[in-house]
């Protein structure tokens, strides 16, 4: 399932006045409100909302930042229904059974988290929908929690109707609290580019696995935090209820309604849900699913922002028009293209210690017969090669040759099936590309893979965060940024959509992301390609400035001249296999290399 989140994420729309003002003022008011003397039905409605409230921003954290659909929260939010049940009949104080419940519930999301997670796509929410159920019917068949007959809580202590308010309406603000904190962190950045692409995010220092087991603990404690509070105050509970299918297809629904991915989408979706709901369910009891079904069909085919997504778009309208306060003209093109001269790049490729290395270097990057197989086809057999420091390195041969195959098994994305790597007298063959990452290997891709939703400094923000220099301070990650945005020359655009580049400035851009990430070997994948004459100069300026400031690059490219003008050495793949091996010049001149990749005739013309 693929839903869109509205385009406008950057973190400073959170630190806008009217965003603090406006929240604090609806506080106050909830806070004022028992004091109306509501009817017992209007204070159960309004409890009820608060306790959906926290369990659609948890889903968020998951299916909104993380981009991870779940159809199974019903188990975190039933298992921390019983565990505070269980615990306030022992005697233990209901705030202390609700901080187990959270716990409880915790563990059981990441004991959920470990096998499913290794699922992709559809297979991912098909697998929480099973493992939901499984749960419904062990806790069915359980005689010490009172199995189909349900479980009662009996409190020892008097309690008020207030007191269940409050602690709801809490519970809620520390779930928006914790949303906030969470998005507008390292960890929720690092989130945000999992949902993008999740293969790229790994390609920047990203544990995609590991952030999300993490965000899904954390997301599972608020829902059994919310299923504990909602026990006390129903004094009942029964595993068709809290456990049923319908409860974690409300949970999914709410934050879909409002806007998954936002911080207040999840909010209002809950909302919305808890005032129609009750009725919904009274009026048309054997077919509240079907509606349910049917109103997350309409909302993914005609508005999948949910509420915040068009309330964006009415907003944009107004600006178009000129109708919202403070509007600017718009810029009737969707794409952005810059100048490709860069001053900074121009200042580092003339600079007497940039030039390139002289004598015996280092060898920082090692290859030793290595081969990929994929079934039976062999994408590369048995090939060896040494880059050394400061070098850039060449890589060229025919399409299949095996050249993105052999950058990916360095970049850790793929195994090899055998040979090995090393990099800085390290081993590093069956390394993940984040751990390659952390080690100092970066790499961009043939077709620039932008994290879309993202401006573009948290493009370059994120690799900071996540790359080999990942313990700088965050105050100067921002002014790092917008340096190594300087060095690319889209300097002036950084709170523009990704999405909105030109392919030329995407590609600057996801250069500046991987080298943001501070490594030692920079794989740079086609980098020129698609781009006119005049951007692949400033792209080949700019890894001489790259290698200039101590980074070694590995660089594949078909464009010969462009790659025979830059390399210090070069190495020719055919069919997977190494076929030479030696200077820009010494290639030009081997027939091997001419035969197979240049052409004779071809070679013949351009040297006249």
């Known amino acids: ?46 409890f009820i909302t608060l306790v959906w409230i926290t369990t659609s921003i948890a889903w968020n954290l998951l299916g909104g930042f993380t981009g991870q659909v779940s159809f199974g929260f019903a188990v975190f939010y039933g298992i921390g229904a019983y565990t505070a049940a269980l615990s306030i009949n022992a005697g233990i104080n209901p705030y202390i059974s609700f901080l187990f419940a959270a716990v409880v519930a915790a563990i059981a999301s990441l004991l959920v988290g470990l096998p499913t997670f290794r699922l992709k796509g559809p297979y991912f929410a098909i697998a929480t929908i099973g493992v939901s159920e499984a749960v419904r019917v062990v806790m069915t068949n359980l ?58 995010a790994s390609d920047i220092g990203v544990n995609p696995f590991a952030s999300k087991l993490a965000v899904h603990a954390l997301a599972g404690a608020l829902t059994g935090m919310a299923g504990g509070v909602f026990a006390r105050y129903a004094a009942f509970i029964h595993p068709g209820g809290v456990f049923a299918f319908d409860t974690s297809v409300a949970i999914l629904l709410m934050p879909i309604i409002g806007g998954i991915g936002t911080i207040w989408g999840p909010v209002i979706g809950a909302a919305v849900y808890g005032i129609v709901q009750e009725e919904l369910v009274a009026t048309f009891p054997a077919f509240h699913l079907l509606l349910y079904g049917g109103l997350l069909i309409l909302i993914i085919l005609f508005e999948p922002g949910g509420v915040m997504g068009l309330l964006a778009h009415l907003h944009r309208l107004a600006k178009k028009f000129g109708l919202a306060p403070g509007a600017r003209p718009q810029a009737h093109s969707s794409e952005v293209c810059s100048k490709p001269e860069s001053p900074a790049v121009s200042e580092l490729v003339s600079h007497p210690a940039l030039q390139p290395p002289q004598g015996a270097s280092i060898v920082i990057l090692e290859v030793e017969n290595l081969s990929k197989h994929f079934g039976g086809l062999a994408a590369l057999t048995d090939v060896s090669f040494q880059v050394a420091e400061g070098q850039i390195y060449g890589l060229i041969g025919p399409n299949g040759a095996g050249k993105t195959t052999l950058f990916s098994i360095l970049a850790g994305s793929q195994p090899p099936t055998s040979g090995r790597v090393r990099f800085a007298g390290r081993d590093i063959t069956r390394a993940k590309s984040f751990q390659a990452v952390k080690a100092g290997i970066a790499r961009t891709h043939q077709v620039a893979r932008p994290f879309k939703s993202m401006t573009v400094l948290e ?36 709170g ?38 005049k951007e692949t100069q400033a792209v080949l300026d700019l890894l001489r400035a790259i290698r200039g400031l101590g980074t070694t690059v590995l660089y594949v490219e078909h464009n010969l001249r462009a790659i025979m003008s830059v390399c210090d050495r070069m190495m020719v793949l055919n069919f997977g296999r190494k076929l030479a091996e030696g200077t820009p010049q010494e290639m030009q001149d081997d027939p091997r290399v001419i035969e197979a990749y240049i052409g004779k005739q071809t070679f013949s013309e351009d040297k006249r």
């Open 1 to 46: 399932m693929k839903l869109r989140q509205p385009s406008w994420t950057s973190t400073r729309a959170h630190r806008s006045r009217s965003n603090v003002i406006v929240p604090l003022l609806l506080l106050a008011v909830l806070i004022a409100l028992p004091s109306a003397h509501l009817s017992p039905n209007v204070a159960r409605l309004f």
């Open 143 to 200: 005689d010490f929690t009172g199995g189909a007959s349900g479980y009662r809580i009996v409190e020892r202590a008097p309690f008020h109707q207030a007191e269940h308010y409050y602690t709801a309406l809490g519970m809620a603000a520390l779930a928006i609290v914790i949303s906030i904190a969470v998005r507008n962190s390292k960890f929720g950045l690092g989130l945000i580019a999992i949902r993008e692409d999740e293969e790229a």
């Open 496 to 533: 523009l959509p990704s999405s909105r580049l030109c392919v030329g400035d995407q590609k600057r851009m996801e250069l500046a992301r991987a080298f943001a990430a501070q490594p030692r070997v920079l794989l740079c994948d086609e980098v020129c390609g698609g781009l006119t004459e």
């Open 459 to 494: 493009n370059v923000e994120v690799a900071f965060q996540f790359g080999r220099a990942a313990r700088l301070p965050h105050k100067n990650v921002r002014d790092e940024a917008m340096r190594i945005l300087a060095l690319v020359g889209i300097d002036h655009i950084p």
